[in-house]
């Protein structure tokens, strides 16, 4: 195996033997124990790990804006003219905004690769003989690897067999048409793009399936080499984001040139000393910036990214996040997630009657209604063989590895009496066609049985697919007669009128063994018969469908079923009592001018192409709609990707459906979106009370002392003291709504705009009432103050104080915008904002009543009952706000305001006229 290292041969230009013996390895591939010791010599098969910033890099990088070097100009100036306490606290705030941001960064960081971990795709191999799932990285050189169609390469292969492979490799040639492959060696100067007989890591399966043998891993590969031009950085900036920091940099302009202008009035207007005036206008300019805004709502989205992969959505793509809270429709496939994905074989048809089979899911435990006549044995005995998945018992449960039809039909044959393995021994695959769209069926060909001359060829596939290739049935005596389509088109119709998926099987004798098996041998099939498989739906998808309709979201089923079969579930799911169904044939013969209103019409779409999916997510968007895209295979990808929000499923799904979505679902489960769909909208809202809150609390501080100054007014605050209740605010009170819980009836509103404004009309009232609000209680106090005879330090600690207990009532009201915060919850709070509530009160007694702060701050203690008027203050600033919200939601005056709706029936979800 060194020496073969040590080679480096073209493995493109030797054939499979060679490759196989100078890898030391077969075509059943490694042992264990041998994987172990390769792993061991090579590696782990991972890309190496891009150089992350020095922390210290990092932490600097959040002091390089124009407000933070203002600031950090203004403290130098502070210390070089001697007031060591006013510098101290301008660097005490610039340090801990940059803390927030670091830590938020580091945050991020993890979160990334938290998420890259449950990403991880694995590979199908052959160990000790048999076929296992093993994580892609722990790939070794000599490991023989099974490909189909959606996967992933997950390292450089030489292919063993291939039949009708494809593979997109565009990502490292360039060439968009899917490269045709082989088994047969090429020229050993052969180009990249012309190995036909090698698989490169990171490309795509876009067709057919094989075996290859692992010659390269990690940094070895091809893809390796150029792993810095597949690995682009992903932007983390969603709309709302980008937003934000415009607003903020403007707004950051702003107050520097009104700093500027107010400095020039203190001094010249006023008399101020210039750097007094100095302090008081960056200090001013601290309080009015909300330079943590973004931090903080950086931090509310990545709680929100958690909080989704607690609940099975995993978040790929952080504009998710955002256009979660705003999906209309969701088009959802049937299969898998709707629904169970466990088929059960349930009916039996053959040429002589039915036969109904008990039990579900893949466990064998069920029986057959009656014994099988010689017909429904053959019938048994196709669906055993033409099959490529296996069936084994895991911690008690029943698992298939392939496709859940193909297992179902092997719990059948295990139901029946069947020993699988010991009658796919006695009769061994020869030769297959892979099932492909595009031929709808699947073909293998057999060793005769015992005694028996010649091969067998056995067909399963779409039912009518396969009667178009039957010239003859087989009798409940096993002999043969003429095909009778009317029996069979009404028994299929019967089963998938009952929500029941549909397979068709045939076979037939062939004298000789075909050198290569191909289309031209699949023809004049003798018809065995037809099974009826179910997809129980989800109980909780169903439950799950209920809580859109409440909340102004259509559900959509797209699905390649039978349009009866799609009806049923939809009916079942209660998508629409009578649902209206268009098929893929529909579609085509409908107008782009037309298709809008038609597809919001149907709610379910069946026997559906990629085209077709594609057309509907399209013609929805037309219509204003946000939509959610779930997809699972290789044909869902397109409209993954054309979709707001496209989601793949983790479980069963292809590689190619999670590379073009935003959000991977870890359970395959339609409820996890709707799941989805709740914390993007607690995400949402929770982004909008920190702005809420933000806003008008920054403006009530810079309105008290621009009001000061415009009127020659006393100051109610100095510079430190104005400092002091940016920092103290800003790591408690402006953290804790990031973490706040969604409120009650969050899934009974209307989705929102996607294109609403940051600062709506209700939040632009509320920052200046808010900002009235406060500079009245500010100034309000301070003449309580000097009224009781107080000197003006002692009236400067009561402004501050008041103003920390009006931000913390304040606090408590924008914890709910969309209902009363006078209840049991909205008044007990959360234990962040407790914790933060308890933080700020315990700093505040500090700053009034500890001799060093009292020092540091020019602070005086407070008399009780001067404190208990504090509080009153703020209860009366809640009392106000909250009669403002219960008077503007009765007038009906912000549609923002408005209470969640009451549920809407299934009737009412699907008519016309709601415009979800």
Known sequence: MDAAKKRSPAWHALDEQSVLKTLESTAQGLTSDEAKARQAHYGRNLLPTPPRRHPLLRLLSHFNNALILFLLAAAVLALAMGHFVDAAVIAAVVVVNAMVGFIQEGRAERSLAALRAMLAPHARVMRDGHRLQIDVADLVPGDVVLLEAGDRVPADLRLLRVRGMLIDEAALTGESVAAEKLE?????????GDRSSMAYSGTLVAAGQGSAVVVATGAATEIGRISGLLAAVETMTTPLLRKINQFGRRFTVLAILGSALLLGFAILVRGYDWLDALMITVALAVGVVP???????????????????????????LPAVETLGATTVIC????GTLTRNEMTAVRLVSADGEITVSGSGYSPDGVLSEPPSPAASALIDSGLYCNDAELAQQDGNWRVDGDPMEGALLALAMKAGRDVTAQRLAQPRLDEIPFDAQHRFMATLHRAGPGEEGVVLHVKGAPERILAMCTRQLGSDGSLAPLDEAYWNAAIARAASAGERVLGFASVRLADHPAHLGFEHVSELVLSGVIGFIDPPRAEATAAV????????????????HAATASAIAHQLGIAKAPEVLTGHDLDTISDADLPASVQRASVFARTSPEHKLR?????????????????????APALKRADVGVAMGDKGTEAAKEAAEMVLADDNFASIVAAVHEGRTVYDNIRKVVAWTLPTNGGEALTIIAALLMGLTLPMTAPQILWINMVLT?????????????????RRPPRAPHAPLISPFMLWRIVLVSVLFAIG????????????????????MVVNVLCVMEIFYLFSVRYLHMSSFSMGGLRGTPAVLWAVGGVIIAQLAFTYAPWMQRLFDTRAVPLTDGLVIVAIGVAV?????????????????????AARPETTSDEASSPQNPS
């Open 332 to 335: 959802s496939d049937k299969t």
């Open 546 to 561: 209920a809580d859109c309709r409440s909340a102004g979201i259509s559900v959509k089923m797209i699905t390649g079923d």
């Open 291 to 317: 330079e943590s805004l973004p931090a903080v709502i950086t931090i509310t989205l990545a709680i929100g990214v958690q909080r989704m992969a607690g609940r099975n959505a995993i978040v790929r793509r």
């Open 878 to 898: 809640l009392l106000i706000l909250e009669i403002e919200k219960s008077v503007l939601r009765r007038l009906d005056f912000f549609d923002e305001l408005r």
């Open 731 to 747: 790591i408690t009170l402006g953290l804790v709504l990031a973490f706040e819980p969604a409120e009650p009836g969050v899934m």
């Open 184 to 192: 047969a060696a090429v020229t050993a100067n052969a180009a990249l």
């Open 778 to 797: 500010a100034f309000g106090i301070y003449a309580w103050a000097i009224a009781r005879g107080f000197d003006v330090a002692t009236a400067r600690t």
């Open 616 to 636: 509907v997510v399209g013609a929805l968007q037309s219509q204003g709609a946000v939509v959610a895209m779930t997809g699972d295979g290789v044909n869902d």
